[in-house]
């Protein structure tokens, strides 16, 4: 599944291997774009039909779409909504964009800091730290290296968020050879990366037909 999957064109990962351009040094809530591509009707909430359609958009399969959009939606709506009350609206999980921020878990990167901003020096402390085989890119191996360096004692939460995160992402986004590229890591984490997968997607379909 994961090779038939759009990956991102080689004139896109050289304009995302940029600093610059994107934001990321901005002081923006650059974690706020990473999710508002899954606002499907960009009303400011993500509700669980809407994760499963950004996920199909992007190529993943039906069965882990509708997982991941369950568990996504469950995990994060009572986290960006503080101070909501329970509510009918409640039973249907949405994940407020504005607040995304609340819903960081421990043992992560530290890539985004406490108001969902881009934090340079952690992205590439990845990179420094990890890419053993090739200087700009993580194998699966390394990647379950980073996952075990980051996770915090008794934060068991946080290493299934984390490891799921970057699982899927790997599943979804590595090369040919098995490689998780610096470019397509940095695209996730400003927020270009999903929409630019969407538009190779649809351009592939469209040349089907």
Known sequence: MAS???LP???FQ?????????????????????????????????YPWETFAGFRAIGAGYLLSL?????????????????KPLSLDSLTFPIEVKNIQFAKHGSDSGVYDTEGRFVPSKFERIFNEFARTHPDALT???LSAMLKANREPKDYKGWVGSWTEWKTLYF???????????ET??????GSLFEQMERERSGAVKKKD
């Open 4 to 6: 038939s999957l759009p």
């Open 14 to 46: 050289e304009g995302v291997g940029n600093d610059e351009g994107r934001g990321l040094n901005s002081g923006e809530n650059v974690l706020q774009k990473h999710v508002a591509f899954f606002d499907r009707n960009h009303d400011g909430l993500v």
């Open 185 to 190: 890591i940095r695209a996730v984490y400003d």
């Open 67 to 83: 997982v991941s959009s369950f568990f996504i939606n469950v995990a994060l709506s009572r986290k960006t909504r503080p101070g």
């Open 172 to 182: 979804l986004c590595k090369d040919k050879q098995g490689l998780l590229r610096k």
């Open 9 to 11: 064109s080689k004139d």
């Open 140 to 142: 699966s191996d390394e």
